[in-house]
């Protein structure tokens, strides 16, 4: 009975430090990581379509851009209006989708810019701080993402400092083009939808009275 014993413990304890070690493994996630999950990002690889539109509104002026993006193929349909959709797919983009191709990444920025920061290698991260944050004056965590000034895509050496809470979800953001130190624009992340799983801020209002919104959103998945 004592031998018996001894056995059993002896199995939990080995039992006890595969499981120690199991967790001392685990890779921890990175400021980045943890704020995509927040936003859905583990249901991406599902995802075989996203369709939006992009709208600007300021007093009585609007404007907007349709586009159906399929990432898995990478192609993308620019709804110009009801009658015309032009497509491309960016891996095979000629001089005369240059334009169109810039509007496309420049939108789907300000969907999925929690997404982006996985996505994009070439960009550097700071270390989060906690900071006053620069519309809503409260106290949040900060990180700043900086792009290169080489190979940084469409707009080299571009900085976005993004305040978030203890949830890791985006409340605002400071663009600053080139990283200068002074903001070139301050806007808020509000109104998140739920859309088979992507948490996706669907307005950004600005202090001029700017505000970027999102309609017509659909996540198809696979």
Sequence with gaps: ??????????????SCNKNQKNVSETKELTIAEKIANAHGYVHWKNVSKIEFTFN???????????????????????????DSIVNYNRTKIDS??????????NDKFWLLIPFQLVWDK?????????????ISKTQMNKITLTYPNDGGGYTPGDAYDLYYGDDFLINEWVFRRGNDENPSLANTFETYQ?????????????ANGMNINFTNIKVTVK
């Design 122 to 134: 070439n960009t550097t991260i700071s270390e989060p701080i906690k900071t006053e944050a620069p």
């Design 96 to 105: 005369t989708k240059i334009n169109l191709d810039k509007s496309f990444i």
């Design 56 to 82: 600007v509104d300021k007093d009585s002026s609007h404007t907007e851009r349709s586009w159906i993006w399929e990432p898995k193929r990478n192609n993308i349909s620019f709804l110009a209006d009801k």
């Design 194 to 206: 739920v859309y088979n799983g992507l948490k996706l801020a669907t307005e950004h209002k600005m």
């Design 1 to 14: 009975m004592k031998n018996a014993i001894l056995i059993i413990l002896t199995i939990l304890c080995v």
